[in-house]
């Protein structure tokens, strides 16, 4: 997974913000990034930082894709990859929903 780019990632989104937030929800993509690993490197990456006291509100996005064979829905990712493989055919499938991080500001 790319737990830790899901971090940076959500940092960097931090760093750009004027006014630095108290909580925020997160829905992180099952292809971005497993929800506690990524909890728990954010809490330590900014740990004695100005961001230390961000709370997270992680929402897990189920991977969800269509083939080009019929077959359409949500799939579990098992490894670290780029790309979803149809379990029907095989074929690499377009992804629908799952591989992206949406952050919001709760407060």
Do not use: W, Y
């Not at 709370?55 to 490894?79: A, Q, T």
């Not at 499938?93 to 709760?106: F, H, Q, T, Y």
């Amino acid at each position: 997974m790319h737990d830790i780019g899901a971090v940076q990632h959500i940092i960097e989104q931090l760093k750009g913000m004027k006014k630095k937030p108290g909580k925020l929800r997160i829905e992180l993509g099952l292809m971005k990034g497993e929800p506690e690993r990524v909890s728990q490197l954010f809490n330590e990456m900014v740990r004695g930082t100005e961001l230390e006291s961000v709370e997270l509100d992680i929402v897990p996005v189920p991977v969800e894709i269509r083939c080009e064979c019929g077959f359409s829905g949500k799939i579990e990712i098992k490894e670290h990859v780029h790309f979803a493989r149809c379990p029907e055919c095989g074929r690499i499938a377009e992804i629908l929903n799952g591989d992206s991080i949406n952050i919001k500001v709760m407060r």
